[in-house]
């Protein structure tokens, strides 16, 4: 089933075509990182998702709802970590408003926001002002706030940026445990080394438009990549090496150690087919470079212009 729905969505400010036609599926339990430059229209996309900017043309369903139509409906279902400022007030105020909104009160209110708290860590600090929270605690409130109706959706822009690699790492968790739980999780960010590991699919975006959607294995295996192994191995000279099928470049270390690039997607390369098929070479000692994922990101986003 698909939690979330975009059709055709478009949306200009004035001369500034912020999206452009997109349109995404988000399918229940997943978490899908949402991905772009800075620019390119993911906070757009989420506050059209939340009808605090309306489109020009275009849908989104949630829950199968249209959010033009029946806002108040889904919004209960939906629990959103905003890319923007917290209120001037107490931590725990805000966590009280959101619950008696939602239709909590007493002992039902003051338990769900202890709950909340537990879970993303912010009992020393939560009654403090939030003037005074550093950006990883203002971070937890607005999650804990997220989750005060237990919602089956979470939408949250940036989450983590500006947070140190250790809270990206707990939120990166939190994310995982709530998914676990059968949430889907629907988030964005500019880095996609940060997130790339903890989602189902990214979807990216450059300049108002989808680029490119799936898993990153799909996406890594549809784009061109230059791929680099390190090798050492007998029986066979640099010269034939350079001959072999996708080899681009052929360098030999001092320490004997070679360096083979390749481009072509991110598959079994074909040199490595042809080596271990030869009886006169012997592969001792074989592994991939780290693929350098921004590097990747870049083209992505590159190759659309
Ligand atoms: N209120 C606004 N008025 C004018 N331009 C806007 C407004 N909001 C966003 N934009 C423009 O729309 C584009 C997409 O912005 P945004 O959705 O915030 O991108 P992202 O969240 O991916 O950084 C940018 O070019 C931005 O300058
Ligand atoms: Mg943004």
């Not at 900017?53 to 033009?68: A, C, N, P, R, Y």
């Not at 929270?133 to 979470?154: E, H, W, Y």
């Not at 007998?234 to 150690?257: A, M, R, S």
């Amino acid at each position: 089933m698909s939690v979330i729905e975009v059709s055709n969505l478009s949306k200009s400010f004035g001369s500034v075509q912020a999206l452009d036609n997109i349109s995404f599926d988000v399918k229940e339990g997943s978490i899908i990182g949402f991905l772009g430059p800075n620019g390119s229209g993911k906070t757009t996309t989420i506050k059209i998702m939340m009808q605090l900017l309306h489109q020009d043309s275009g849908t989104v369903k949630i829950f199968g709802d249209d959010v033009s139509k029946n806002l108040q409906e889904i919004k209960s279902k939906i629990g959103i970590i905003p890319d923007a400022d917290l209120p001037k007030v107490k931590g725990h105020t805000i966590l009280k408003h959101t619950g008696r909104y939602a239709g909590l009160q007493g002992q039902a209110l003051d338990k769900r926001i202890q709950e909340t708290i537990s879970i993303v860590g912010g009992k020393s600090f939560y009654k403090r002002k939030t003037q005074t929270f550093s950006k990883g605690q203002r971070q937890r409130i607005k999650i804990a706030n997220a989750l005060m109706t237990d919602p089956p959706l979470i939408i949250a822009d940036e989450p983590t940026a500006g947070l140190d690699p250790v809270s990206r790492r707990q939120f990166l968790k939190l994310v995982e445990n709530l998914s676990a739980e059968g949430k889907t999780i629907f988030f964005s960010n500019h880095v996609i080394s940060e997130i790339e590991k903890s989602c189902d699919e990214l979807i990216i975006l450059s300049e108002g438009k989808i680029v490119s959607q799936g898993t990153i294995k799909s996406i890594l295996s549809s784009i061109p990549i230059t791929n680099t192994y390190n090798l050492y191995l007998e029986g066979i000279g640099e010269d034939d090496l350079k001959e072999l099928p996708g080899v681009e470049t052929v360098e030999k270390l001092k320490n004997e150690q070679i360096i083979i690039k390749t481009s072509g997607g991110a598959n079994t390369p074909e040199f490595l087919k042809v080596l271990v098929n030869n009886p006169d070479v012997k592969i001792t000692s074989f592994s991939k470079g780290q693929l350098d994922l921004e590097n990747i990101f870049l083209k992505v986003v590159e190759n659309e212009k």
